[in-house]
């Protein structure tokens, strides 16, 4: 069964960068997408940004466009979320999330598998 293991959340200034790391165990993240999501207290689950299996197609909520970066290294079992110009709005749990990728539909919908969330605090 798929394992999926987020870390390097913590506290920043804002304007500050944080790399998130997603590790997975248990199977090959080869053939599956990933996407990062988030969520802050009383607020909805929002999706942050989508990478498919190859790591070819990206995508990123307008909110977080030209200042976050998500990639992934196959070899190494590992999706990344690089976070720049932080602002306190960014603040809340993020989780990684997968699915097998099937027929060419790289949407980071329907995710089956997540993991538990690292917590990226952006304050003064």
């Known amino acids: 069964q798929l394992r999926l293991v987020e870390s390097g959340g913590g506290l920043v200034q804002p304007g500050g960068s944080l790399r998130l790391s997603c590790a997975a165990s248990g199977a090959t993240l080869d053939y599956y997408k990933i996407g990062w999501f988030r969520q802050a207290p009383g607020k909805e689950r929002e999706e942050v940004s989508c990478i498919n299996s190859s790591g070819g197609s990206t995508g990123y909520a307008d909110s977080v466009k030209g200042r976050f970066t998500i990639s992934r290294d196959n070899r190494k079992n590992t999706v990344y979320l690089q976070m720049n110009s932080l602002k306190p709005e960014d603040t809340a749990v993020y989780y990684c999330?997968?699915?097998?990728?099937?027929?060419?539909?790289?949407?980071?919908?329907?995710?089956?598998?997540w993991g538990k969330g690292t917590l990226v605090t952006v304050s003064l």
């Open positions: 999330a997968a699915r097998l990728q099937l027929f060419g539909d790289s949407r980071c919908v329907g995710m089956d598998y």
